[in-house]
């Protein structure tokens, strides 16, 4: 009879234990999930931002298409209205002003946290209306942000960049141009440090998640490619369900290996871009 009472108590204690086991995984899912979810708006907001500035910008460019020197001096009135922009640009038609030619693409820069200079970027070398961002512009009509590219010129802007684009009109109607902000995603690794930062201090999220889990919040590109990462690393999701989930757009998760570690990966699309961002926790 004792054996039997004791049988019985391991059982239950097993199954007990089980079920508690079980209960406490979905409860941390559960909140990861919800640690996305907030990293995903919070990323959202911080874009919207940004956009808002850039068409201020862009606004001012609509109301001085006089002439070239207003465009310019449009163009630099603004220039500090953000200091995460590196640069802002205003792409012409061929010989929207017949005096400047074929290309006229006053861009106007930031050369350290104060100082900017403006060039005219336009030439023959530099055929800004064969650019995918401006072809795509023309097309559409609609404000967008290009693939992340590197662009290298030996000096101090050197870097990986985003653009955020938008077509100008007259007030003919005609197409006038293509407006652009240039952005380093040095803002955005400063925004996944917050995200990542508030995470680890809230005290509600650290009652159901051990306070020694690895984890972090990376954005992607639709193929899988980081954009962004806290700490300037690279990380790349590598797996074929994952790349065609991002390509459409949806929320999921998944266990993978992220740069040869075993990790289970939440990810979810971010609302403007063609991005998601994905929380990656160690296993």
């Given at each position: 009879m004792l054996l039997t009472v004791l049988a019985v108590a391991?059982?239950?204690?097993?199954?007990?234990?089980?079920?508690a086991y079980r209960a406490q995984k979905?409860?941390?899912?559960?909140?990861?999930?919800?640690?996305?979810d907030v990293a995903s708006e919070k990323i959202a907001k911080t874009i919207r931002g940004m956009e808002i500035n850039a068409r201020n910008v862009f606004d001012e460019v609509e109301k001085h298409l006089d002439s070239p020197e207003a465009v310019i001096a449009a163009l630099e009135s603004k220039v500090s209205l953000n200091p995460e922009v590196r640069g802002y640009f205003a792409a012409f038609e061929p010989n929207y002003f017949p005096k400047e030619g074929q290309w006229f693409e006053p861009y106007v820069h930031h050369v350290d946290s104060s100082a900017f200079e403006m060039r005219l970027v336009g030439s023959a070398r530099h055929n800004y209306h064969k650019s995918d961002w401006y072809v795509r512009a023309k097309k559409s009509n609609e404000s967008f942000w290009?693939?992340?590219?590197?662009?290298y010129d030996g000096t101090k802007i050197s870097g990986h960049y985003t653009t955020f684009v938008k077509s100008v009109f007259d007030k003919t109607g005609r197409l006038a141009c293509?407006?652009?902000?240039?952005?380093t995603f040095e803002w955005l690794a400063k925004e996944l440090q917050r995200i990542d930062?508030?995470?680890r201090h809230n005290e509600l999220l650290d009652v159901?998640?051990?306070n020694d889990a690895?984890?972090?919040?990376?954005?992607i590109n639709s193929d899988g490619s980081c954009i962004a990462h806290p700490e300037g690393k690279s990380v790349k999701m590598t797996q074929e369900q994952v790349g065609r989930s991002l390509e459409l757009r949806k929320k999921g998760v998944i266990d993978l290996e992220v740069n040869g570690v075993p990790s289970r990966v939440y990810y979810a699309p971010i609302e403007h871009v063609d991005w998601s961002v994905a929380l990656v926790v160690k296993k």
């Open positions: 391991i059982v239950i204690a097993a199954v007990s234990g089980f079920t979905a409860v941390k899912h559960v909140r990861y999930v919800g640690m996305l290009s693939e992340p590219y590197y662009y293509v407006c652009g902000a240039d952005m930062e508030g995470n159901f998640i051990d690895d984890y972090f919040t990376v954005v």
